[in-house]
């Protein structure tokens, strides 16, 4: 693996590639996906949050929901500025790969692109977790304008409800994108050994979320209607 050009490492990233965006488009439009199913459960507790005289509670969910993007933005953050390190010391790591038991044989040049292609996918995340701790903001703005209980015969209310379980779905959306991004960085890593491994980390990754979104004691759980 002399060159980035090889054939074998154009299809490894081409299938990298194709695989993360095609269990995005099935996991968030699938109905049959956890993040679907999740998406009416948020909904149904904008519906309860309106009905209720005290809302306390969905207060201090909305902020446990900002605290896990916060620490996930965070940890992206940290993560973005290990693969910098590591892009200043190319030299020792190559000569690191050398002597590893696997037959690695990496230039400088495919070294440093697979650092900054795995510093793209980690700034990608953070900027998913960063917008989504933004719009968790948002969506305790708009369920505090929730017109009180009284109000709950009037347009209005429909209306604030809507908002608040809008806001709140497009938060959860982008959390789950800076999520899936992490993971598939973890799957990334499998090319600094070879493009076969990254084709065979990027099959088993995708095997493990496919798991959790559509076959998972979670979904049974969100599903579950009596």
């Known amino acids: 693996m ?4 090889d054939l074998s490492n154009l299809i490894a990233i081409g299938y990298f590639l194709l695989v993360w965006f095609g269990h995005f488009a099935w996991s968030e439009h699938s109905p049959a996906s956890l993040n679907s199913v999740m998406e009416l459960r948020r909904r149904d507790w904008m519906r309860r949050m309106a009905a209720r005289e005290n809302r306390m509670p969905d207060a201090i969910a909305m902020q446990g929901l900002q605290n896990g993007s916060a620490f996930f933005a ?3 953050l940290i993560a973005i500025g290990g693969a910098f390190a590591a892009l200043g ?12 038991p696997l037959g690695i044989a990496m230039t400088r040049e495919v070294y440093d692109v697979k650092v900054l292609g795995m510093a793209a996918i980690l700034v990608y995340a ?6 989504s701790y933004r719009l968790f903001n948002y969506g305790s703005i708009l369920v505090v304008c929730t017109p009180p ?4 015969d009037l347009p209005e209310m429909a209306v604030a409800i809507e908002r608040a379980a809008r806001m709140n779905i497009e938060a959860g959306r982008h959390f789950n994108r800076g999520l899936r991004g992490v993971f598939f960085s973890l799957a990334y890593l499998g090319w600094f050994a070879s493009p076969w491994a ?3 980390t990027t099959t088993v990754v995708t095997i493990i979320l496919h798991r959790r979104q559509f076959d998972s004691k979670p979904l049974e759980a969100a599903s579950y209607d009596g």
């Open 2 to 5: 002399n060159s980035l050009y």
């Open 74 to 76: 965070s940890t992206t």
């Open 89 to 100: 010391a190319s030299g020792e790591a190559i000569e690191v790969f050398s002597y590893l």
């Open 126 to 131: 953070f900027f998913k977790f960063v917008w």
């Open 149 to 152: 209980r009284e109000e709950k």
């Open 198 to 200: 990254l084709m065979a």
